[in-house]
């Protein structure tokens, strides 16, 4: 893919206000993120306000890691809005094999029509029907395996599905990319992933969803690649991730995102 650091560099122009429905661990540090990344987060959950958030919001991630019944209601509708006023929206199934509660709410909010789904192997088989080896919100599958789950999945919904892995595979039901970018450090900090969800609604934000989709999961895992250089272990491999992310060029994207096609 050509030029991937232009959907980095019209992210930026735009400062997008993001809207994160996600979990209590994740919401500190990916506020974080996406002001590093060049990005406006507003974390906010209540269902007397979701909505009426949302229509303010360029884009929204719903992640649903730590939801209960009230949280549930307020991504349906926060969901509702972003569809009906067709702004672009992330749905992270966070260990949606684990409770009949997460399996019931992600059936709800799949018939939203997200955007974007982003998960593991394991939760991409389950939202697909079929059965996944995860052991609580930890995949138990390997990327390949999920393959064809995903594109019927990108295909039902009309969107892209992206399965993270030690090399992601991005689909929109008829193209597909591979992106090797990305270091294991990143699998040894909490919430990096629930993190990029809203790196990608940044990214989507009025940009061709497969490529932005693409595009931010090449710049995550190059931040990840940069900081690692630097860091003697997972402790200070945070503060220099948030350095990378911020220091990051449109060119160094372009020239270090690892993206091939599937």
Excluded at 12 to 24: C, D, E, M, S, Y
Excluded at 40 to 63: D, G
Aim: glycine share 8%; with cysteine; proline share 4%.
């Amino acid at each position: 893919m050509k030029q991937t650091g232009s959907y980095l560099k019209n992210m930026r122009a735009t400062a997008p206000l993001v809207h994160n429905i996600t979990n209590f661990v994740a919401m500190n540090f990916m506020a974080n993120v996406l002001l590093a990344v060049g990005a406006s987060p507003a974390m906010v959950h209540a269902r007397e306000e979701a909505a009426e958030f949302a229509a303010l919001a360029q884009a929204l991630t719903v992640n649903i890691g730590t939801a209960d019944p009230e949280w549930g209601v307020a991504m349906q509708e926060a969901a509702t809005v972003m569809t009906d006023h067709k702004r672009p929206w992330v749905f992270d199934p966070v260990g949606v094999a684990a409770t009949r509660f997460r399996q019931d709410l992600s059936q709800k909010l799949l018939a939203l029509k997200p955007t974007v789904i982003r998960g593991n192997a394991s939760e991409i088989l389950t939202l697909a029907g079929l059965s996944g080896s995860a052991r609580g919100v930890d995949a138990g599958d390997h990327v390949e395996v999920a393959m064809d789950a995903a594109t019927t999945l990108a295909q039902s919904i009309g969107g892209v599905v992206a399965v993270s892995g030690p090399v992601d595979f991005v689909t929109d039901g008829t193209r597909a990319f591979r992106v090797a970018n990305g270091h294991p450090l990143m699998a040894r900090v909490t919430v990096m992933g629930c993190s990029l969800n809203g790196v990608i609604a940044a990214f989507c934000v009025d940009q061709h969803v497969l490529e932005a989709t693409v595009a931010a999961l090449a710049s995550y895992g190059l931040a990840g690649e940069v900081a690692a250089q630097t860091a003697a272990g997972p402790g200070s491999f945070q503060p220099a991730f948030l350095d990378a992310l911020a220091a990051q060029t449109p060119e160094d994207l372009t020239a270090g995102a690892k993206v091939s096609a599937a």
